[in-house]
């Protein structure tokens, strides 16, 4: 079967993965799934991705968006969302892999923002559930914040993980911090989203319709300080009570 999203524009960030990239294009090609444009917003790649770049092009048919210098997460996403021209973006890093049920859900979650003008963003893929859920409908549930809960993960209403979004998205949330690491422009989309009342669903089976697949020879490119990753129980205790003061104390700013 042929899923034809008419309305849709598949973004995909890049920077030095252009194999991940070809993978995830042909990934898919084999399910079947058209979309009205692909942009790919690429972070000043080095010249051999660059050229690859333009190689797999010929086969696979996208737009590039290219930068003359590398400036990082948060413009390679605003030039990247600048340039979409459809209602709605599907939003994928170049390091994930749909699953073959992704299209049929996919076309749930399309059908969803449709109907229900006041989602702005359909989460596919997690590293663990959102905390605060309320079921929906179609495997899919709404996420709910409130300023009493004390999950500190309640901040991740956003996620840069694939989802689907209005294209207009910025005219609400505002735009991606740019000049700062992707983690810290990530964090601050997180409160961005929360202060302008952003709403969204959450697909309950989170891990099916994605898998995220780093190789050797194209590792993650987002480095994070030793601390925020250690399994020493004393530096995940100290990480939590710390993560618990500060997400609350920037959410105590935030317009639930």
């Not at 790649?45 to 290219?66: C, G, M, N, V």
């Not at 709910?144 to 991740?156: E, F, H």
């Not at 601050?188 to 089976?205: A, W």
């Amino acid at each position: 079967m042929t899923y034809i999203f008419s309305e849709v524009t598949l973004l995909i960030t890049h920077y030095n993965r252009s194999s991940s990239l070809e993978r995830l294009l042909k990934s898919f090609q084999t399910l079947n799934c058209i979309f009205k444009d692909v942009v790919i917003s690429d972070d000043c790649s080095s010249a051999d991705h660059q050229k690859y770049l333009k190689k797999i092009q010929k086969e696979l048919p996208f737009r590039l968006i290219t930068t003359p210098m590398n400036k990082g997460l948060g413009n390679n996403l605003n030039k990247g969302q600048d340039a979409v021209l459809t209602p709605f973006t599907l939003y994928v890093q170049e390091d994930f892999v749909p699953t073959e049920i992704f299209p049929i859900h996919f076309k749930d979650a399309l059908d969803i923002m449709k109907e229900r003008s006041d989602f702005d963003i359909i989460r596919f893929y997690a590293y663990s559930p959102y905390p605060y859920l309320k079921d929906f409908g179609k495997g899919y549930s709404e996420m709910i914040i409130k300023p009493w809960y004390t999950n500190s993960n309640k901040i991740y209403y956003y996620s840069d993980h694939p989802h689907l979004r209005r294209s207009d998205f910025f005219k609400k949330v505002g735009r991606y911090t740019e000049g700062i690491k992707g983690d810290r422009t990530e964090y601050r989309m997180c409160i961005s989203f929360i202060q302008n009342k952003g709403k969204g669903l959450f697909y309950n089976e989170f891990k099916t319709l994605f898998t995220q697949e780093n190789s050797e020879a194209e590792p993650s490119s987002m480095s994070r300080k030793s601390w925020t990753t250690s399994k020493n129980p004393l530096i995940f205790a100290i990480r939590y009570a710390y993560r618990q003061v500060r997400y609350n104390f920037d959410l105590l700013f935030a317009k639930y």
